[in-house]
């Protein structure tokens, strides 16, 4: 039978922890987070900026159409809605990516 030596840290490390006499002086950090326009290409985004394009392109081929009844249907729907998803857009884009 092998008998082991056992390993005594005490030993093995220098004198005691001695706390230092000089204490760091306190500074004040300051984070600065860059904002990157990749930050755009999040699916959320990019859903709603592909349903609203679509809207836009679908009008567009309406007009065309000569169908003058739906398109001005599909105006007044998308003065309102333009802009509530825009800004609920940038409010989701802020508070996801800044916060």
Do not use: C, N
């Not at 056992?6 to 002086?25: M, Y």
């Not at 950090?29 to 326009?37: D, K, L």
């Not at 599909?74 to 940038?90: D, E, G, H, N």
């Amino acid at each position: 039978m092998r008998k082991t030596k056992g390993f005594i840290f005490q030993k093995t490390s220098s004198s005691p922890h001695k706390p230092s006499l000089t204490r760091p002086r306190p500074f004040k950090a300051y984070s600065f987070v860059p904002f990157s326009p990749l930050a755009m290409l999040d699916p959320t985004i990019l859903t709603i900026g592909g349903i609203v394009l679509g809207i836009a392109i679908i009008e567009r081929i309406l007009e065309r159409w000569g169908v003058i009844d739906l398109v001005d249907q599909f105006a007044k729907v998308m003065r309102f809605i333009l802009p509530v998803t825009f800004y609920s857009a940038l409010l989701y884009f802020f508070a996801t990516f800044i916060f």
